[in-house]
């Protein structure tokens, strides 16, 4: 029985190398007829069929479960993440095992920044929040690369929250523990992209009304999470797997929000840095909101942009400003500036 199994093994093996090689002797012959690489090296001919590439990656990625993308980590279940984030070099790897910590200095210019905005808001009695959109690799822990260990409780996100939180700054926002204790049943990122999916931003979204309702005792039309159908559909790769060349074979399990959620809302400005909406019914509401969402991407605005617009009369959607008091033009009763964990540098600023 053992023999039997152990001969199976080898002639699978040998099949599979037979073709492994019968295709990279396919690929050079079609490279090598190309009159324009002639006098080129071995390695020029290899790589320059794209076909041949790309079925490299795949083999690497599948059989040996490598990329040879350096910054990349390879997570479980198909999920990837940046160990060094290509947008703003943001070190990633290093902040989860708590080696990229803030300093006492820098620590104190972040609260005085947020002290200093929130300030200025609510002296003109606009309520304020800084809300930080943790990374995936800090809410998806169950999906990181078991050999990085459990992430440090001195990532930089825990310093500002530790500290904001003994200064008593309420305005300052970290929902990850309620993003990974709601985030049970459906995930809340995109598992090849850095990103918040539909119900990431709900939860966003709720942690935001449920504590303005809190604080203030008005009443919205408050969307819950029994009014919201979310469904999965299977799309080619995201940023990270296009990094790696492997948008078609690393799959996104993206996360929608059903075709039936209506939007009783009318965009009425659309410019490259505001959009404004106004729902359909403002005139029977009692109490006129005006709520004004500063985010730095396009991707969080649109994911949000459903269900704050069904919440609030009048929705302002602009890019983050940094001048304290600035949104107070359009007369809010409610600020809030959405970042990113990879962002935080920019409240040193």
């Given at each position: 029985?053992?023999?039997?199994?152990?001969?199976?093994?080898?002639?699978?093996?040998?099949?599979?190398g037979?073709?492994?090689?019968?295709?990279?002797?396919?690929?050079?012959g079609?490279?090598?007829k190309?009159?324009?690489?002639?006098g080129?090296?071995?390695?020029a001919?290899?790589y320059?069929?794209n076909?041949?590439?790309?079925?490299?990656?795949?083999?690497?990625?599948?059989?040996?479960?490598?990329i040879?993308?350096?910054d990349l980590?390879?997570?479980?279940?198909?999920?990837?993440?940046?160990?060094?984030?290509?947008?703003?070099?943001?070190?990633?790897?290093?902040?989860y095992?708590?080696?990229?910590q803030?300093?006492?200095?820098?620590?104190?210019?972040?609260?005085?920044?947020?002290?200093?905005?929130?300030e200025?808001?609510?002296?003109?009695?606009?309520?304020?929040?800084m809300?930080?959109?943790?990374?995936?690799?800090?809410?998806?822990?169950?999906?990181?690369?078991?050999y990085?260990?459990?992430?440090?409780?001195?990532?930089?996100?825990?310093?500002?929250?530790?500290?904001?939180s003994e200064?008593?700054i309420?305005?300052f926002?970290?929902?990850?523990?309620?993003?990974?204790?709601?985030?049970?049943n459906?995930?809340?990122?995109?598992?090849?992209?850095?990103?918040?999916?539909?119900?990431?931003?709900?939860?966003?979204y709720?942690?935001?009304?449920?504590?303005?309702l809190?604080?203030?005792?008005?009443?919205?039309?408050?969307?819950?999470?029994?009014?919201?159908?979310?469904?999965?559909?299977?799309?080619?790769?995201?940023?990270?797997?296009?990094?790696a060349?492997?948008?078609?074979?690393?799959?996104?399990?993206?996360?929608?929000?059903?075709?039936e959620?209506?939007?009783e809302?009318?965009?009425?400005?659309?410019?490259k840095n505001?959009?404004?909406?106004?729902?359909?019914?403002?005139?029977q509401?009692?109490?006129?909101?005006?709520?004004?969402?500063?985010?730095?991407?396009?991707?969080?605005?649109?994911?949000?942009?459903?269900?704050?617009?069904?919440?609030?009369d009048?929705?302002?959607?602009?890019?983050?400003?940094?001048?304290p008091?600035?949104?107070?033009?359009?007369?809010p009763?409610?600020?809030?500036?959405?970042?990113?964990e990879?962002?935080?540098?920019?409240?040193?600023?």
């Amino acid at each position: 029985m053992k023999r039997k199994k152990a001969l199976d093994f080898l002639l699978v093996t040998l099949f599979v190398g037979i073709l492994f090689t019968f295709t990279v002797i396919i690929g050079l012959g079609g490279t090598l007829k190309e009159g324009s690489l002639k006098g080129t090296s071995f390695n020029a001919r290899f790589y320059s069929d794209n076909a041949l590439s790309d079925f490299v990656k795949y083999v690497d990625y599948k059989i040996f479960g490598h990329i040879e993308e350096g910054d990349l980590l390879i997570g479980k279940d198909e999920w990837l993440f940046e160990a060094v984030d290509s947008e703003n070099g943001y070190e990633r790897l290093r902040d989860y095992i708590g080696a990229n910590q803030f300093s006492d200095e820098q620590l104190e210019t972040i609260m005085s920044t947020i002290s200093k905005r929130a300030e200025s808001y609510e002296s003109n009695g606009v309520r304020y929040m800084m809300v930080v959109i943790p990374d995936s690799i800090s809410v998806c822990s169950e999906n990181v690369p078991w050999y990085l260990g459990e992430q440090s409780e001195n990532t930089r996100l825990s310093q500002i929250t530790r500290l904001a939180s003994e200064c008593g700054i309420d305005d300052f926002i970290n929902p990850a523990q309620i993003m990974i204790s709601e985030s049970k049943n459906v995930v809340m990122y995109n598992n090849t992209e850095n990103t918040i999916n539909a119900y990431g931003a709900y939860c966003i979204y709720n942690t935001v009304v449920s504590r303005f309702l809190a604080e203030t005792g008005r009443e919205v039309d408050r969307i819950y999470r029994d009014d919201v159908d979310f469904y999965t559909r299977i799309t080619d790769g995201r940023r990270i797997a296009e990094l790696a060349g492997l948008s078609e074979t690393i799959k996104n399990r993206t996360v929608s929000v059903s075709d039936e959620m209506s939007e009783e809302y009318q965009v009425k400005e659309n410019e490259k840095n505001l959009v404004k909406t106004v729902r359909d019914n403002i005139q029977q509401s009692g109490i006129h909101e005006c709520v004004v969402i500063e985010c730095t991407s396009d991707w969080d605005r649109i994911q949000l942009t459903p269900y704050f617009s069904n919440t609030f009369d009048t929705v302002y959607y602009r890019e983050l400003s940094v001048h304290p008091n600035d949104a107070r033009q359009y007369e809010p009763t409610l600020v809030v500036q959405i970042i990113h964990e990879s962002e935080l540098e920019m409240l040193l600023e």
